[in-house]
């Protein structure tokens, strides 16, 4: 059953990708809210057959924590769920990521035209200058950036190291920090074609005020708050192994 | 202080092989609540530690643990008894962790916290797993009949020096009884 359900959600996402981003691409002229609204439906349409095929819902705690104003959001990364999900749960965002994901084909080429910072993942301190320039301007347009500081998808249960950058960010443009925890790899693991039923819980922290901290400062306090909230809702995935 | 060490499911309420899964299903043993009073005016802390694999398992979370944990403690509280703490393992055997019982895990941390040895601390429950753990971190062992109680009475592996009630209600008594010059004091 489980399986059938992933075939019919892999069957959609086959389906409604190609003219998605022939659409996004017409939408090219358009100011990039209206483009943000139009292509964020794709994610809307996944997110549907996740919950009614799927049985995948989720639910929000701490939607009082969210900011009166653009924010960077640094959250826990652990599958392709939270993408799509975060377009409903905070106000339209940019995403900072691999260069290499805009050459998909129909996928890459329709989120090309979604707001989003693309790095290149060898270039280092480079790099850091791209999330801070183009970065600090969607921020200033209004736009959220989301910043996943582990880099990739990690299996529940695992840390990864925090990277700098999103903390530098909002070190950089003064924009609050919204830390984000949430269980959606205990559903949808990285890499597997199954998803488990089930709700995700999604945990919004109190924001962190950039003034008068350093980005380490910054990027350790959302850390700090991101890894307690997980084991504090979480515990299954921590286990102290017995010695 | 004098500390108690109490298994939740099976001791304190109706266990169930489908889990406790909401504060619906968390039926009070009769009797358990008066106990825990009794205890609890004898000058007992009364710690709860329980494995809650319903967690790792998907069946509830933790937010559901906690509204259960909510009614037990509003429960007792109404029958004029305190729980000092609740410890629970949220993990499944397959995660090999420290806390869940037998292991001795969630005991260890009992006494780290109260800063006390666990010698001769009483620690209630009605499976084996309550037992080895109990006897692993050098409590006093003692079997109650209640929830899996009687199959845990008759299973050879039962340490020696296990004390077996009838429930918690005669458990407690006898604690309560004896507390008077007996040496089931700690600290």
Known sequence: MIVLRAIVLMAVVALITPPFSLIAIATAPLPRIVRYRVIARWADIVLWVLRHVCRLDYRVLGSGNLPQRSAVILAKHQSAWETMAFQQIFPPQAYVLKRELLRVPFFGWGLARFPNISIDRGAGKDALTQVLEQGGALLREGLWVVVFPEGTRSAPGTTRRYKGGGAALAAASGAPVVPVAHNAGEFWRKGSFRIRPGTVTVSIGPAIDPSGLTAAEINRRAQDWIEGEMRRLFPHHYPEPAR | ?187
């Open chain 2, 1 to 187: 202080m004098k500390l108690v060490i109490l298994d939740r499911d099976g001791v304190i309420n109706e266990d169930s092989p489908e889990f406790i899964k909401s504060p619906q299903e968390w039926k009070p043993i009769p009797g358990s609540l008066e106990a825990i009073a009794r205890l609890t005016q004898w000058g007992y802390r009364v710690v709860v530690a329980t494995n809650q694999s319903g967690v790792a398992r998907g069946l509830f979370d933790m937010d559901t643990l906690c509204a259960i944990h909510d009614r037990m403690v509003r429960e007792v509280n109404q029958a004029g008894g305190r729980i000092d703490a609740i410890f629970f393992c949220p993990h499944v055997d397959e995660d090999e962790c420290r806390c869940r019982k037998p292991r001795d895990g969630m005991l260890r941390e009992i006494a780290a916290r109260y800063g006390v040895a666990l010698n001769g601390v009483p620690a209630i429950g009605d499976g084996l797993r309550d037992i080895e753990a109990a006897v692993a971190a050098g409590a006093q062992p003692l079997l109650v009949l209640t929830g899996k109680g009687e199959q845990t009475r008759l299973d050879p592996r039962l340490p020696a020096q296990t004390r077996i009630f009838r429930d918690l209600a005669a458990a407690a008594d006898a604690l309560t009884d004896a507390v008077e010059g007996s040496g089931i004091r700690t600290g």
